[in-house]
């Protein structure tokens, strides 16, 4: 019964990450009241989407809920696109887009390798675990996704390598 509802639950928890993220812009710009309205629609469409798929017991309240959450990042989205005047707005969507495709292309691989080659509970999931990171960022390398120069930019500023260097030259 809880697989179930965590099947529900999971297909918004990037999208409510996102809108976490979000949510910390709203503040940061001095929008905090849009976001309040944002947040009474998600609300009202919760409930009223829990009225509608209560039949379906828990997996349609869970179901409610990560519609809700959908709705809240795309009104966010919506807004701070708008609120923010960012020009290449399909920019966001389509590296949203590409981790998706790239989580579900090393999904259905990991799946189908550990069921013909593993039996072991302990061992295949800690194989799926690794297999799949090793995947995902194979794919970026691949690709040659932007991702890469984030990352690399991120490990340069705080390496520790760069902190003996700025001691250094103080």
């Known amino acids: 019964m809880t697989f179930g509802v965590l099947k529900f639950y999971s297909i918004s928890l990037v999208f409510y990450s996102v809108y976490a993220v979000f949510n910390k812009i709203f503040y ?3 929008s905090a009241n849009i ?9 009202i469409l919760k409930l009223l ?8 017991h828990q997996d349609g309240l869970a179901l409610s809920t990560s519609i809700s959450f959908i709705f809240f990042f795309s009104a966010s989205y919506i807004f ?13 969507i389509r590296d949203f887009l590409f981790h998706i495709i790239n989580c579900i292309i090393c999904f259905l ?15 295949n999931e800690l194989f799926k675990i690794i297999l799949f990171i090793s995947l995902f960022i194979v794919n970026i390398l691949i690709i040659k996704h932007k991702t890469l120069n984030i990352t690399q930019r991120v490990f340069n500023r705080f390496s520790p390598l760069n902190y003996l260097k700025q001691g250094a030259e103080a």
């Open 28 to 30: 940061s710009i001095k």
């Open 35 to 43: 976001l309040l309205y944002i947040t009474g629609g998600g609300v």
């Open 49 to 56: 989407l829990n009225f509608v798929l209560v039949e379906y």
């Open 80 to 92: 701070l696109n708008k609120r923010l005047k960012i020009k290449e707005r399909t920019l966001f």
């Open 109 to 123: 691989v990991v799946t189908i390798f550990s069921n013909l080659f593993f039996g072991n509970v302990l061992f």
